[in-house]
């Protein structure tokens, strides 16, 4: 039985959806800090934007993973390439996933560690 993500709540209007939209948007710029933040101030207050904030920091986390990974394997090259993949894919991921949690769906990260639980 797999958990099911929390939907956005009905009765505080579009507050949660843009605040949880901000938080995926804002790992393009700041990386982990902004869910990071929003994780520990509202995850006892809002399980919608919990979950978004928990889901776009682990994004970020494994991103910040695979930009050590890329940095350590410039030597041999092959980071050259992979780097510039990782960013890109960061950047249309957290954007696709802010336009999915404005419209009120849940969106999970293909490619994300699930390292906070």
């Avoid at 995926?24 to 919608?48: C, E, M, N, R, T």
């Avoid at 928990?54 to 940095?71: D, H, P, R």
């Avoid at 090259?77 to 894919?89: C, M, N």
């Avoid at 950047?91 to 802010?98: G, R």
Wanted: charge should be neutral.
């Amino acid at each position: 039985m797999t958990d099911m993500p929390p939907s956005p709540p009905a009765n505080s209007g579009t507050d949660e959806k843009t605040l949880a939209a901000l938080t995926h948007a804002s790992g393009i710029f700041f990386g982990l800090i902004v869910p990071l933040v929003v994780w520990l101030l509202k995850k006892d207050q809002s399980p919608y934007l919990a979950d978004n904030a928990k889901e776009a920091l682990n994004f970020q986390i494994t991103v910040l993973i695979a930009c050590f990974v890329s940095g350590a394997l410039t030597v041999v090259l092959i980071g050259l390439l992979l780097l510039p993949l990782v960013i890109l894919a960061d950047v249309i991921l957290c954007i696709i996933a802010a336009v999915k949690t404005n419209n009120g769906e849940t969106y999970r990260y293909p490619f994300a560690l699930r390292l906070i639980k």
